[in-house]
């Protein structure tokens, strides 16, 4: 019993202090598509299905991975950033090292974060998501200095009470059951919340963690049928009014 009490003490003050709460339900509900990594289909094909209903996904980019390939593909190249720029999808942070962020001490968590920054050019990240999904309440109210939201892989909306350190969000993966992508979309619509999918590569033959391009495509069309807002995760925020980042130390750019 006494071996959980730190934890239960390290939960309360993280609960008191360093969760960002935000009321995450608009009138409409929300829906973002999310690529972590990032393979090199999930813009091109990804992003031109979303391009083709004037939509806009979000991008977390592991500047480490960038020009290497894998299961899910080749990864995006560095040209990929100003091609996703361009056609005003959002640029989001992953670590460098494609390393989780839980169980790292703080400055080597802090240093892989710049790194990835300072790799990715011009592009500032304002928005971060876990590798592998790793995170804890110390991880969670370290980074949540430093961007303005920061997305893990715990399967859920985002409604009432929303901790913008530890954004749920759903995976769009082609192994799962289709009909709850579906549903998530119509309870997002119904209780006006926030559904986050993330997924990696968009492919005819995708890996186990990448989506088809036909259900990609049912998927997009159906969020953008549903009458919810559809945007990256910066405009959701911005129609959130999410509370900015109270950054109480050096920018993870100069740690
Ligand atoms: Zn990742």
Redesign the pocket.
């Known amino acids: 019993m006494s071996a959980l009490i730190p934890w239960r003490l390290r939960a309360a003050f993280y609960r008191l202090a360093q969760a960002r709460r935000v009321n995450g339900c608009s009138r409409t509900g929300m829906v973002s598509f999310t690529f ?2 990032f393979p090199r289909s999930a813009l091109e094909v990804g992003g031109a299905i979303l391009a083709a209903k004037r939509l806009r996904g979000t991008y ?1 980019a ?1 500047a480490g991975l960038a020009g290497t390939a894998g299961p899910m593909g080749p990864l995006f190249t560095m040209d990929d950033l100003d091609r996703a720029d361009h056609a005003g999808h959002e640029i989001g942070g ?1 670590t460098f090292s ?1 390393v989780g962020a839980a169980g790292l001490p703080k400055q080597a968590l802090l240093a892989d974060i710049g790194r990835n920054q300072q790799a990715l050019g011009g592009f500032v990240p304002r928005n971060f ?1 876990y ?2 999904g790793l995170t804890d309440f110390t991880v969670a109210g370290l980074l949540g200095r430093h961007f303005d939201s920061c997305r893990g892989i715990a399967a859920g909306l985002n409604g009432e009470g929303t901790d913008l350190n530890l954004l749920k969000a759903v995976a769009l993966y082609s192994g799962h059951p289709e009909q709850g992508f579906f549903d998530h979309i119509a309870e997002a619509r119904r209780q006006g919340a926030w559904l986050i999918f993330y997924t ?1 590569d968009v492919a005819d033959s995708p890996s186990r963690f990448g989506c088809s391009i036909d259900l990609f495509e049912r998927v997009v069309a159906a969020a953008h049928g549903s009458g919810a807002m559809v945007a990256p995760i910066r405009d959701c925020l911005a129609a959130l009014a999410a509370p900015a980042p109270l950054v109480s130390e050096p920018s993870p750019q100069t740690a």
């Open positions: 972590d990594d977390y592991s992953h494609h998501s590798p592998m990696h």
